[in-house]
């Protein structure tokens, strides 16, 4: 089965975007963690086929867990979804071959349709 992480400090938007997502791919399993620290954990014991990523978190932020990601050469697939438009973060998420993509939140049903058939 295939798997999809949300890595945001907001309960709200992680329930929101998880309803999303489920209505475009039922099939997807959805978890969701609280800052990078959490996620971390969780990749240890399975990889993801995507990752939305916010950046501004407590704990661990999305930087953070990038660098992580880096350090430990994960193959991960990785769309930065934060409330950022700073073009300086977007110029930065290049430096992350894991991150395909940086939007801004909240994404809509949409959003996640052409993100998630582009899987």
């Known amino acids: 089965m295939k798997k999809v992480f949300l890595v945001d400090d907001q309960r709200v938007m992680n329930l929101v ?6 209505m475009v791919d039922p099939e997807l399993k959805v ?3 609280l800052n990078g620290s959490e996620a971390l954990e969780a990749l240890e014991k399975d990889l993801p086929e995507l990752i939305f990523l916010d950046l501004n978190m407590p704990v ?3 930087w953070q867990f990038l660098d992580e990601v880096k350090m430990r050469q994960l193959d991960l697939n990785v769309v930065i ?5 700073s073009l ?5 998420s290049l430096e992350y071959q894991q991150v395909k993509k940086f939007v801004q939140k909240p994404l809509d049903r949409s959003g996640f349709e052409e993100i998630l058939e582009a899987l």
């Open 81 to 85: 979804l934060t409330s950022s438009n």
């Open 88 to 92: 300086q973060d977007q110029e930065k």
């Open 31 to 33: 978890d969701s963690f």
């Open 17 to 22: 975007h998880h309803k999303f997502i489920n």
């Open 60 to 62: 661990m932020n999305g």
